[in-house]
């Protein structure tokens, strides 16, 4: 079974299992990237405030092209900025017998979808939810819009619970529904020789944080993700011994730093590579996301914490939180300080009680990997396949 897979640009979330994919027997795999321009790997983050390369491998093990982009503004954060008008022949002339597209919401994506409709099965990835709802008659007209757009799909592969509940509402019937769950690398982030912790207890020395307790935040600073939570955490929860570490840049980084002055338990140590991401976690005692978005749809942060074994609270507004979190942490609306402060309170005095929170984190990531990712695709693809085979019989 030959599947054209259809996204912008290599993701560091993504490029992996397709890789993994790749080596499944019985499956070929070629990735069209539409975003030409981002094969200059170094591209400038408005979220970080910075050039960002990622120093981690995103396009070897699988076979990809960058299709040729027109845009005169080429980029994903605009509709016009996809626009790839030999796309479509060039998967036809690849041999594609199913295609799977990330996203609807760029010129050459949706024409995707629509021209291979009917042709070969259209399978579609997308994490939205409709945590962020509105309302009134702009929303109204925007689920018509929707509705539309997912009548040029065969099957949506959801994340997870808000992304199902965002499907169904659109118009996907249960039946084209198949569940391929948000996922990280889990294994790079695993410390199977125990090098991860020496070095995070290094981390910590240089830090001045050794023997205290690590409240972290890592991620874009920025208003949905609602970095201030932090500072509120600090101002109810006066113990010596905590530390409020920030993780990374971005717009809200100044005015952060300006309101952390007075108290010197909160550290700033400024956006760290995919390789120094492990060790991040493990300066955490808890990981914090506290995203009021709009736009958090999932939290792929909360994966990677609870694959070095971290408690996690997240925020209600985190799409994947209801799923990643059951008895390993605590799921908070934003504006609820005093329930992070319970939390952490517990944490703090209850080493034990932290400890089974650590096992769990550990214990749950497990369902949520590459290799189900891969497996699901896999087993699906081999369904439809046979079925085709089926009725050419």
């Not at 499956?27 to 981690?56: H, L, M």
């Not at 994966?303 to 008895?327: F, H, Q, R, T, Y």
Request: charged share 20%.
């Amino acid at each position: 079974m030959r599947l054209a897979i259809v996204t912008t640009h290599p993701i560091q979330y993504n490029a992996p299992w397709f890789r993994l994919l790749a080596q499944q027997q019985g499956v070929e795999v070629k990735v069209f990237y539409t975003w030409e321009a981002s094969q200059t790997i170094a591209k400038y983050d408005p979220g970080f405030g910075r050039v960002v390369e990622w120093d981690i491998p995103l396009l070897d093990g699988y076979e990809y092209t960058f299709v040729k982009n027109v845009s005169a503004n080429q980029g994903s954060h605009h509709f016009k900025g996809i626009d790839t008008p030999t796309l479509n022949s060039e998967i036809e002339q690849w041999g594609a017998e199913a295609v799977l597209v990330f996203g609807w919401a760029y010129k050459s994506h949706l024409a995707c979808l629509r021209y291979f409709k009917g042709k070969i099965p259209v399978l579609f990835r997308g994490d939205s939810t409709l945590l962020d709802r509105a309302g009134g008659v702009k929303e109204l007209l925007k689920n018509i819009f929707l509705k539309f757009v997912y009548r040029h799909i065969d099957y949506a592969l959801y994340v997870g619970t808000n992304n199902k509940e965002y499907f169904l509402q659109h118009g996907v019937k249960e039946h084209q529904l198949v569940y391929v769950p948000h996922a990280i690398e889990n294994e790079r982030f695993i410390d199977i020789d125990g090098d991860y912790t020496t070095r995070a207890n290094e981390w910590k020395r240089e830090l001045g944080i050794e023997g205290c307790f690590n409240i972290v935040f890592a991620g874009k600073l920025e208003p949905k993700k609602n970095p201030e939570y932090l500072l509120q955490l600090a101002a109810k929860l006066p113990a010596t011994n905590l530390r409020f570490v920030y993780v990374g840049n971005g717009i809200l980084e100044e005015k952060l730093k300006n309101s952390a002055k007075a108290d010197n338990r909160i550290l700033f140590v400024g956006f760290q590579n995919q390789q120094n991401m492990p060790l991040v976690y493990r300066l955490a005692n808890v990981f914090v996301l506290p995203s009021k978005g709009p736009g958090e749809t999932w939290g792929l942060a909360i994966n990677e914490a609870m694959a070095c074994g971290v408690p996690v609270i997240a925020s209600d507004k985190a799409g994947g939180a209801v799923d990643l979190i059951k008895d390993n942490g605590l799921i908070i609306n934003p504006d609820n300080v005093n329930a992070g402060v319970h939390y952490i309170e517990r944490l703090m005095n209850d080493s034990g009680f932290e400890q089974s929170q650590r096992n769990k984190s550990e214990e749950l990531i497990k369902q949520f990997s590459f290799q189900v990712i891969v497996a699901t695709i896999t087993s699906f693809l081999k369904k439809l396949e046979s079925d085709r085979k089926g009725v050419l019989n």
